[in-house]
């Protein structure tokens, strides 16, 4: 596998994360609703799941001008920690209105996220497999979908299932894409040819080329497409 294919499934990790959220709160709001007695609170019910999509909503108004100001990576970066501590909110949460803050949290992780990475994976891909690294967050996505029903179900036939730990629970891979994104995934050579800084976009097309030659034909066509 490339250095641009490996980098591109890391990234992905924060759609998974995005598609194991909506997955968990399906399942956990049943316990919620029996916690909190929202039986007839359908106001509050309804924003609990949507609180997250609030969240996101907001963060993808300012996303990409910030990422332009500031770099995809920081911004993925800041959308792991968004969702770790959201997870470790929603682990806790004494009353419905700090679970409301947790997804919200968790929802500002998953507006960066779902915004950034296929830029991202774009950016770092080399155009002959770009279209096809570009799937990963749909197919991550839905993957993380697909275990967290999975999870949430066995955590279900449990003498006491607990929903804290089924939404908190998310802290857990937010925890290796934070270590991904800080220690092995580089920053854009796009947006670091944006800013002027040439050497380093240089050494990291280096890198995901798994190549010395990346300075002719190569490194123009990467600015040019």
């Known amino acids: 596998m490339s250095g641009a294919a490996v980098v591109a499934v890391a990234a992905a990790i ?3 994360i995005q598609g194991w959220d909506n997955a968990c709160i399906a399942g ?3 316990y919620i609703k029996k916690e909190f007695n929202l039986q007839s609170e359908p106001t509050i019910e309804g924003l609990i799941v949507a609180m997250s999509l609030i969240g996101a909503t ?5 996303s990409g001008a910030i990422s332009d100001s500031l770099g995809r990576r920081p911004m993925l970066i800041i ?3 968004l969702y770790f501590f959201g997870g470790l909110v929603m682990l806790w949460s004494p009353n419905v209105y700090i679970l409301l803050l947790g997804r919200l949290l968790d929802g500002l992780g998953i507006g960066l996220a779902v915004t950034l990475v296929p ?3 774009s950016e770092t891909s080399p155009p002959e497999i770009r279209g096809s690294l570009n799937t990963l967050p749909q197919f991550m996505g839905s993957g993380g979908m697909f275990v967290s029903y999975c999870m949430v179900f ?3 036939l449990m003498d006491s299932p607990s929903w804290r730990l089924m939404l908190g629970v998310v802290s857990i891979p937010s925890l290796f894409y934070f270590v991904f994104m800080v220690f092995f995934l580089p920053e854009s050579p796009r947006w670091l040819v944006s800013k002027g800084r040439m050497l380093e976009a240089k050494r990291v097309l280096q890198r995901l080329r798994g190549r010395d ?4 034909k190569l490194f123009c066509a990467f600015i040019v497409n």
């Open 154 to 156: 066995g955590m279900s």
């Open 213 to 216: 030659d990346v300075a002719g």
């Open 28 to 30: 956990a709001l049943l």
């Open 119 to 121: 830029v991202y994976i």
């Open 14 to 16: 924060g759609n998974m």
């Open 79 to 81: 959308s792991s920690v």
């Open 58 to 62: 907001l963060v993808t108004t300012c």
